[in-house]
């Protein structure tokens, strides 16, 4: 293969699997910590998408600036969420399997709910605005502006949440409570705070990753579902409850994707990441890289 | 009991013979109502009892759809209908060897996802071949023929229903849904139970497609692969109830009702409102509006409350 | 039943290594071990539940390694669990006629009538065996757990099983309760022929009642025998106080 083709695809993959790797790392917060399955993750990157767009097109200042405002208004919806809805299910199921179900179809009506706001306001029509188009080349490789930037901020906002998980007392009380709950109760871990805080931090995760997104695509009510299915393949791939698991996962399936895509077809990449799902469940349910 | 047979009588026929009665509108209302009433019962026929949320719905509608698409004008009706069926049952059980082995979350996206990738498998196969994605129905029957249509389907889900709820399959099934394990060390073929379950719902999910679409004269990829119809369906069964039969039907007549009042006028509105409630009815009526009480009491005939469907 | 070198390993934690033995038709085992021994893991084994890492299983000469647990039911082996799996929204009655239901067909026993008054029968024959014929009727999620164990037993038996598993029973039981079940379960050994393996922590309770016990300690079997000479095995003795190279405390 042309080694500009390969560098080409394998830049492209890396980019979109490190917006996946902010949306899986989000939800493996959720799902790992809390077994709270938000299936109506994607909305929150979608409305985290659209409110950067909105106020970029409002203000015309850069999308970056508005990078921690989309963040922040999904930690804080995060934080109601869990407080009038999730944490009333936990006290009211009568086991986690229970739970299970319960938050996952809450998440399904919230899932429709979020949708049709965005529909209500903004309309089904795809939008964007223009930043940083501008290509940059080097060694016979292309790459918008813009899609670098947004790996970079990836890839920071990752390794500082790898970082925090590991140094600071919080991180390692989130790591605590990710192997063992109940260890962790016992260790003297408040989990009563850490709960939503973590909830929370997971869709401001959703909502940084649209952020960015809207830098590089188009924004449209529905772009949020597919991206929920891949959290969970991503997931799935490095491992419930593993973080950096997540990262590497996800940037697996950026290129298996993006190299699949070329050689079969691009309407079929949905086809395939649903094929590796369904073929990591089968062959090593916990994950590729589960010790 | 003999007053409330016979008012369960006189509904019937009212019901089957509302195209001779009834403005167009009425019809098609009354055609919604029972097509929602049918997805939802029959959802619950799998997903009721074992407590596994299935969202394959839309997936299967909209194979059954297609079926009608490639068929129509070639085959009789009822044979499209059968075929619809038929086609996304197979599909279930293929990939229920699969899916089926999963559970709670895992088993709910995957589901979710099947919609997606069906529809994207049929997007790019109707390109390939003929160009477009889009198919235009012609030979249409009549209206009402496919209200009769789904009427029927209607009452042979409801049949369903019962007779599987009263049978071992509908033991075998609630075992699983209480606790899975033990019901395999008490000799339930797990695999089968839900495997004859999951292709059931997906048969009836199948027909009803065939036969709704052609309600719509051009259908495409994207209309029947619709995610709205397993969000409408859940919605339905799980505020109705999913336990017992009435919980579907009195559902579906609710939100058909509901549809009619804000649908048209107010579509994001309408969705809206579905998604509050759904997550309301979640939170504060997990045995649906068929648990409360005095709904329970209004609907159900006295006697053997426990001989029936029983929660397990 | 023949069990031959079954392991299992949880993540890097060997729960059974080596195990071997056999279980002779009508037989009444015993096994007792310290915490943590692995001796409801060696259950989880035999009924299917969890397949041995390697080793091999079979009973009535069937080979039943790694099968599902259905076909563990199918072929006669039937457990109850350390902490009461019932279907509690179903009354007593229901959950022991949910064991008679999907019975194979070379388990059913020929009885006339419809098929609501077999299972019906065999229900109350198996409630009779464990002397709960009175609570028939009772909701069995609100049974106090020692009679949640009793039950268990008798859904067992509505599976009309050769083996019969038994996981601590008489826990939390008094001496004299204890003595009770173990007569039924003697009774159920000798009047319907089944074969049974026991669990229990009651070391006492099972010493009496059984005719051969197993000890299992660290995933390992370290005696099997009359349970007297059992009594007497060193090793045993050492399993239980820590050996005499000090173990904690």
Known sequence: MDPSLFAD??????????????????LNLQYGLLRIMNIAHGEFLMV???????????????????????????????????????????????????LEERSLLVGFGLMFVMQNVALLIWGADLRGYDYLSDPIQYHGVVVTANRLLVFGVVVTISAALMIALRTTMAGKAVRGMLQSPLGALLVGVDTRRLHPICFALGLAMAGAAGSLLSMIFEVSPSMGESYTVTALIVITLGGLGHIAGSFVGALVLGLVESFGMYFTSPSL?????????????LIRPRGLFAR | MIARRLVGALAAVAIFALPLYGSPFAVALGLACLMYATLATSWSIFSGPTRTLSLATSAFFGLGAYCTAFALGSLPWPLIIFLGGSVAAAFAALIGLVVLRLRGAYFAVLTFGLGEVVRHAVTYIEKSQSGTVGRVLTDTPPAGTVYITVAVLAALAAVAYRTVARSDLGFALRGIGADEERAATLGVHVRRAKLAAFCLTAWFAGAVGAAAAVRWTYIDPSSVFNPFIVFQTVLIAMVGGPAKLRGPILGALIFSLLAELLRLRLPYLYMIVL???????????????????????????????RAEASHV | MQARDLCVRFGGLRALSNVTF????????????????????????????????????SFAGHDLTGRAPHQFCWRGIARTFQTPRVFPALT???????????????????????????????????????????????????????????????????????????????????????????????????????????????VGTLMRAVDRMMVLDYGELIADGAPAAVAADRRVIDAYLGGDEGGAG
């Open chain 1, 48 to 98: 985290g998408a659209y409110l950067t767009y909105a106020l970029r097109t409002a203000t015309g200042a850069s999308p970056l600036w508005f990078l921690p405002v989309s963040a922040g208004a999904m930690f804080l919806l995060g934080l109601a969420l869990h407080r009038l809805v999730f944490r009333r299910l936990a006290a009211t199921s009568a086991s986690p399997e229970v």
């Open chain 1, 9 to 26: 695809l394998a830049v492209a993959g890396l980019i979109t699997g490190g917006i996946y790797a902010l949306i899986a790392i989000g």
């Open chain 1, 269 to 281: 990449k949905v086809l395939l990441s649903y094929g590796v799902f369904v073929l990591v469940l």
């Open chain 3, 92 to 202: 007593v009655l229901e959950n022991v006629a949910f064991g008679a239901r999907f019975l194979h067909r070379r388990q059913r026993r020929a009885i006339a009538g419809t098929r609501a008054a077999r299972l019906d029968e065999a229900a109350r024959a198996a409630l009779a065996r464990v002397e709960m014929t009175g609570d028939a009727s009772l909701s069995a999620g609100a049974l106090p757990p020692a009679r949640q164990r009793l039950l268990e037993i008798a859904m067992a038996l509505a599976t009309n099983p050769r083996l019969l598993l038994l996981d601590e029973v008489v826990a939390g039981l008094t001496e004299s309760e204890a003595a009770e079940v173990a007569r039924l379960i003697r009774g159920i050994q000798r009047e319907l022929g089944v074969a049974v393996i026991w669990i229990e922590h009651a």
């Open chain 3, 22 to 57: 056999a279980v002779a038709p009508s037989e009444l085992v015993g096994i007792i071990g310290p915490n943590g021994a692995g001796k409801t893991t060696l259950f989880h084994v035999l009924s299917g539940i969890v397949a041995p890492a390697s080793g091999r299983l």
């Open chain 2, 275 to 305: 998604g509050v409630l759904l997550i309301l009815s979640v939170l504060f009526l997990p045995e649906g509006l068929a648990g409360v009480r005095w709904i329970d009491r209004l609907l159900a005939p006295r006697r053997r409350a």
